[in-house]
């Protein structure tokens, strides 16, 4: 069974860091594509960084592109979303993601969330 437990979400304020870490169990993790997604209430959930099996090749949502950082460490099964200067509008939930077919995370499979909240 698939497991993706997060955490290091908390309070922070603007222009702070915080370090999500993601750890996985029950799957090869070094043959996913791993991800970060984040809810804020009333929204939908939107895509936050990506990075590929090897973790040579990440991506971004504008909005983050050059304050976050996502890493892998597969020898340890985990990922990482190192965010620095943070605004209010960074406050969600934030999920990571396993996607075992690369195919945009449609049929991945989901942690239970670690809040973020980032007070002005």
């Known amino acids: 069974q698939v497991h993706l437990v997060e955490s290091g979400g908390g309070l922070v304020q603007a222009g702070g860091s915080l370090r999500l870490s993601c750890a996985a169990s029950g799957l090869t993790f070094s043959h996913y594509v791993m991800g970060w997604f984040r809810q804020a209430p009333g929204k939908e959930r939107q895509f936050v960084a990506t990075?590929?099996?090897?973790?040579?090749?990440?991506d971004y949502a504008g909005s983050v592109k050059g304050r976050f950082t996502i890493s892998r460490d597969n020898a340890k099964n985990s990922v990482y979303l190192q965010m620095n200067s943070l605004k209010p509008e960074d406050t969600a939930v934030y999920y990571c993601?396993?996607?075992?077919?690369?195919?945009?995370?449609?049929?991945?499979?989901w942690g239970q969330g670690t809040q973020v909240t980032v007070s002005s």
């Open positions: 990075i590929s099996r090897t973790g040579t090749g990440t």
């Open positions: 993601a396993a996607d075992r077919r690369g195919s945009g995370y449609e049929d991945a499979y």
